[in-house]
Nanobody, 116 residues
Framework: QVQLVESGGGLAQAGGSLRLSCAAS????????MAWYRQAPGKQRELVAR???????NYADSVKGRFTISRDNAKNTVYLQMNSLKPEDTAVYYC??????????WGQGTQVTVSS
């Protein structure tokens, strides 16, 4: 079993920055990849960024060039550095771990609010 705890959300002004963290615990050796998703009010949850164990990354088009996903294996933590924030980035951000046999684990979510 894997547990994920997000932190770092909050309020930022447009053009500002925030860094989200996701700390993993439990059976971390089963994790194949980590990702950040977000869900805005009235919208479906969407993939923001993903990083594999090998370090390969992919991003949603809407955040390319502004957000960076990274991982610190020694701390079992994945980060999402968000720069040049826009009001449309306002959402609850969730951390997700890809596990074997098409299973996954989710964090509880952290609110990001960007004011114009």
């Amino acid at each position: 079993q894997v547990q994920l705890v997000e932190s770092g959300g909050g309020l930022a002004q447009a053009g500002g920055s925030l860094r989200l963290s996701c700390a993993a615990s439990g059976n971390i050796f089963s994790i194949a990849a980590m990702a950040w998703y977000r869900q805005a009010p009235g919208k479906q949850r969407e993939l923001v960024a993903r990083i594999t164990n090998g370090g390969s990354t992919n991003y949603a088009d809407s955040v390319k060039g502004r957000f960076t996903i990274s991982r610190d294996n020694a701390k079992n933590t994945v980060y999402l550095q968000m720069n040049s924030l826009k009001p449309e980035d306002t959402a609850v951000y969730y951390c997700k771990a890809d596990l074997p046999y098409y299973r996954d684990a989710w964090g509880q979510g952290t609110q990001v609010t960007v004011s114009s």
